[in-house]
């Protein structure tokens, strides 16, 4: 069952696609569409990943941060952006910490869910429904952006 909106996101910090150290904290103030996928380079993640490429001009322009979370290591990470000029940074949770803290692990691998941090910490908005050809446009109807 995933967190409840209104509760306060789970602090975290992992590295992301090219090795930065990365914080939820680092993000104070902004809203964050944190997306969590099963694995890289997969079909279904693939299209999720791309749409959020397509979509980042309009959620640069909301002032939006978009931040994909998968088990997989960095190393795999790397190839999936290159390999799809992804254009956000993947966050590597190979210890599944963030996974568990966010209440979604699928056994060994994260359920597709997407929650919405707003300015205060707080949870937003969760989608456990993606549709991950129109992901990333779904997430903005739903914020009314």
Request: net charge negative; hydrophobic share 35%.
């Amino acid at each position: 069952m995933p967190l409840a909106v209104g509760t306060d996101a789970p602090a975290f910090t992992t590295k992301d696609t090219n090795g930065n150290t990365v914080s939820l904290s680092d993000f104070a103030g902004k809203t964050v569409v944190l997306y969590f996928y099963p694995k890289d380079d997969t079909p279904g993640c693939t299209k999720q990943a791309c749409s959020f490429r397509d979509a980042k001009p309009e959620y640069s322009t909301k002032g939006i941060v978009v931040l994909g979370v998968s088990a997989d290591d960095e190393a795999a990470h790397q190839a999936f952006t290159s390999k799809y000029n992804l254009n956000f940074p993947l966050l590597a949770d190979t210890d599944k910490s963030i996974i568990t803290a966010y209440d979604v692990d699928g056994g060994g691998y994260a359920k597709r869910v997407t929650y919405v941090i707003g300015t205060d910490g707080k949870i937003t908005h969760i989608d456990t429904a993606v549709n991950t050809v129109t992901h990333a446009s779904d997430v903005l109807a739903a914020l009314n952006l």
